[in-house]
């Protein structure tokens, strides 16, 4: 399974950006899909998930600003981020869950500026 990220960049604080994640390859049954992202010098942390049924999760500092979703007959998973704040800058990698096996996109940069 190879993931495509896409749809980062810089933004200004209070700005929106709108990721998305491409899966394919050889895909039988994704199960969750989501976004980890880490900032310089700091771990890297889950954004938020989603399932193939819909549920998702979410980071607390994320809460009420970010919004996922995916399209499963695209095998793509959107990240929707507003109100963007500082401390959201870090690369974003998107993931897919595959029977009980990880796949990771390559990252993708999100800057935003004060």
């Known amino acids: 399974v190879q993931l495509q990220a896409s749809g980062g960049g810089l933004v200004q604080a209070g700005g929106s950006l709108r990721l998305s994640c491409a899966a394919s390859g050889s895909i039988y049954s994704i199960n969750a899909m989501g976004w980890y992202r880490q900032a310089p010098g700091k771990r890297r942390e889950l954004v938020a998930t989603i399932t193939s049924g819909g549920s998702t999760k979410y980071a607390d500092s994320v809460k009420g600003r970010f919004t996922i979703s995916r399209d499963n007959a695209k095998n793509t998973v959107y990240l929707q981020m507003s109100s963007l704040k500082p401390e959201d800058t870090a690369v974003y990698y998107c993931?897919?869950?595959?029977?009980?096996?990880?796949?990771w996109g390559q990252g993708t940069q999100v800057t935003v500026s004060s």
């Open positions: 993931f897919s869950d595959q029977l009980g096996e990880n796949y």
